[in-house]
């Protein structure tokens, strides 16, 4: 029997257990959360390859490639998200995101959302 479930009082190891299993997702809580920030600095590092097509800071300059600056965070998640699955389909974007980590990911989608998007000169 464990140390902390060694009482003859059932609020005692009540109360233990509570405590331990506090602790115990408190621990796990912390690297996930730390992963689903991302880093901007990171992610502009790993969007070397996607500035082929994508341009610099995300600003493409083809028409045939979307522009990612300035797009939600968690569009850009769940849009690489299903690339890499299969879910969506694309033959290049699937070759790049089959090889992009969750952390990849979102440090790519914390870079691209923190940039300026292209101005949209129809609405003025």
């Known amino acids: 029997m464990p140390a902390w479930a060694n009482t003859s009082n059932p609020d005692m190891k009540s109360h233990h257990l509570t ?3 506090l602790a115990l997702s408190s621990l796990l809580a912390v690297p996930l959360s730390a992963a689903a920030k991302g880093s901007a600095a990171a992610g502009q590092q790993k969007a070397a390859t996607c500035e082929a097509c994508h ?3 995300g ?4 028409p045939n490639y979307p522009n990612l ?8 998640v769940k849009a690489l998200i299903d690339y890499r699955s299969g879910q969506r389909s694309n033959a290049i974007m699937a070759g790049f995101a089959s ?4 952390q990849d ?3 790519l989608a914390t870079w691209y959302s923190v940039q300026d998007g ?5 609405i003025k």
């Open 19 to 21: 405590i331990l299993l």
């Open 55 to 57: 341009g610099k800071d």
């Open 59 to 62: 600003k493409s300059m083809d």
């Open 69 to 76: 600056a300035g797009q939600h965070k968690s569009y850009l």
């Open 99 to 102: 090889q992009l980590s969750n």
């Open 105 to 107: 990911i979102q440090d």
């Open 118 to 122: 292209l101005e949209d000169l129809s």
